[in-house]
């Protein structure tokens, strides 16, 4: 073979090869695009879903604050995290001396029952709404009946 047919030879592998390459950079390069699109595509639905939460949140949040009705949000071990302003009115107590104690705790004094208290605690325990009337204490030790709700969220 003489030198002219070799570097024909070589020349068209190279241009072989070059255009394989760029063919597999071009099915690479696209299918990367597609993939972009469709990442694009997940997070302006996630972001339009956390949109919709957040803005749903907020709508709780401010009917749970502004409620004239006393609320008090416990964690799992029914200690609690937060309560509103209605609770501050009702009660004298601050959400700072409540946090941490369960509503029982801060609330309930010596003539506050304690059959009631004991059914409150079950249904607590089995993790259960219920309906109850209680007699409670102020922070200024004023005792007062109160018709409570709880329901467990979980």
């Known amino acids: 073979m003489d030198e002219v047919t070799k570097w024909k030879k070589r020349f068209e592998r190279e241009?072989?090869?070059?255009k394989e390459s760029e063919r597999l950079l071009e099915e690479k390069s696209l299918a990367l695009y597609?993939?972009?699109l469709e990442l694009?595509?997940?997070?302006?639905k996630r972001t339009r879903d956390l949109e919709h939460i957040s803005a749903e949140a907020q709508?709780?949040?401010d009917a749970i604050s502004r409620t004239l009705n006393g609320v008090i949000i416990t964690g799992k071990d029914n200690r609690a995290i937060w309560a509103n302003q209605a609770f501050t009115r009702i009660t004298g107590y601050e959400i700072k001396d409540l946090i941490g104690k369960t509503p029982g705790e801060v609330l309930q004094g010596p003539e506050t029952s304690k059959e009631m208290r004991?059914?409150?605690r079950r249904k607590i325990e089995m993790r259960e709404a219920f309906e109850a009337e209680?007699?409670?204490y102020t922070k200024q030790g004023r005792s007062y009946w109160i018709a409570l709700q709880a329901t467990p969220v979980f």
């Open 59 to 61: 709508l709780l949040s």
């Open 118 to 120: 004991k059914y409150m």
């Open 134 to 136: 209680i007699l409670n």
């Open 15 to 18: 241009r072989t090869a070059r």
């Open 34 to 36: 597609n993939k972009t």
């Open 40 to 44: 694009d595509k997940l997070v302006a």
